[in-house]
């Protein structure tokens, strides 16, 4: 099973600054299999990047991934007060299990 | 546009059984692979089981393994978990998904999550 690490727990900034998170996998991660996901309270998840670095339809330029092998990043640019949620990693590359990263809150500084 | 609407969710004694089940619509559905994905409170997304479109290859976590069955109805466009053996640790919302790529560009059992319905809660408790 790839376990799923995400840095920080929790990430206070200021709108309009830039959010970097990251999700590191206690193995690799073959063919970027990495999706990242938003979560706002009371709300489901919904798919931000694809294939690590693919943003999924809909999304805004904003959100951009990166990385490959067992280091990942997500960046968020010119953060909007919509932005401020849990964001969590997913790996599809070994399944079963597929595998979350245990989330990252970015909140209001 | 993608609508998923679970349903079934509630309280339920541990020990005991429930089914949950999940309305599909604006999409083709017998071309994607579809799954459920659980958040216990306040805690973070864990996934549950899995099954591909046509084929219904299925696929589960360790932890729910041979407690609960996911099947899928292409007639009715319809997804379902059937879990039994009930524990407290299987209180969570639980969330239908439905994969991004359709059956052609998806590698079975390698799921990632493109649209979600607004999820179902149970909750296992005496």
Redo the contacts between chains.
């Keep these: 099973e790839i376990v799923l690490t995400q840095s920080p727990g929790t990430l206070s900034l200021s709108p309009g600054e830039t959010a970097t998170l990251s999700c590191r996998a206690s193995q690799s991660v073959s063919g970027n ?1 990495l ?1 990242w ?1 938003q ?1 706002r309270p009371g709300q ?4 931000l990047i ?1 294939d690590a670095s693919r943003r ?2 809909g999304i805004p330029d904003r959100f951009s991934g990166s990385g490959s092998g067992t280091d990942f990043t997500l960046t968020i640019s010119r953060l909007e007060p919509e932005d401020f949620a849990v964001y ?1 990693c ?1 790996q ?2 070994s ?9 990252t809150k970015v909140e209001i500084k | 546009e993608v609508h998923l609407l679970e349903s079934g969710g509630g309280l339920v004694q541990p020990g005991g059984s429930l089914i949950l089940s999940c309305a599909a619509s604006g999409f083709t559905f017998n071309n994607y692979a579809m ?1 459920w ?1 659980r958040q216990a409170p306040g805690e ?4 549950v089981s ?1 099954i591909s479109g046509r084929s219904g290859r299925t ?4 932890s729910v393994k041979g407690r609960f069955t996911i099947s899928r109805d292409n007639s009715k466009n319809t997804l379902s978990l059937q879990m039994n053996s009930l524990r407290a640790d299987d209180t969570a919302i639980y ?1 239908c998904a439905k994969v ?1 790529t359709s059956v052609t560009a998806t590698i079975a ?11 179902t809660l149970v909750t296992v408790s005496s």
Excluded: C, H, I
């Design positions: 299999s999706a996901y979560q489901p998840p919904r798919l694809y999924a339809p969590y997913q599809y590359d399944s079963p299990p597929l595998t979350f990263g245990g989330g | 799954n994905v973070g997304l864990e996934w899995g696929f589960y976590a360790d969330y991004l059992g390698k799921y990632f999550f493109g649209s979600w319905g607004q999820g």
